[in-house]
Nanobody, 115 residues
Framework: QVQLVESGGGLVQPGGSLRLSCAAS????????MGWYRQTPGKQRESVAS???????NYADSVKGRFTISRDGAKNTWTLQMNSLKPEDTAVYYC?????????WGQGTQVTVSS
């Protein structure tokens, strides 16, 4: 059974940094795409960043230049380094794995950017 566990959320002041991590278990073959999404109350979940098995990265325009996604394919882990955080980055962040024709989600971790 595939499970994703996130860590690293919390409260940070504007301009600060946080690092989110996601660890997948129950993986037998390589994960095709690893990603991060976020959601605020009343809004749809949106893609923040993703990275493919061959290292191609995509970012939402709102986070380009501030967030960096990376992965360790051998360990089935990936991280989201978030710098220069803004209050509008406040959300619940979810990691997602596209694996064997299915999408798997983590439980979510709260990121709050506030002074």
């Amino acid at each position: 059974q595939v499970q994703l566990v996130e860590s690293g959320g919390g409260l940070v002041q504007p301009g600060g940094s946080l690092r989110l991590s996601c660890a997948a278990s129950g993986i037998t073959f390589g994960i095709n795409v690893m990603g991060w999404y976020r959601q605020t109350p009343g809004k749809q979940r949106e893609s923040v960043a993703s990275i493919t098995s061959d290292g191609n990265k995509n970012y939402a325009d709102s986070v380009k230049g501030r967030f960096t996604i990376s992965r360790d394919g051998a360990k089935n882990t990936w991280t989201l380094q978030m710098n220069s955080l803004k209050p509008e980055d406040t959300a619940v962040y979810y990691c997602k794995a596209a694996y064997q024709l299915r999408d798997y989600w983590g439980q979510g971790t709260q990121v709050t950017v506030s002074s």
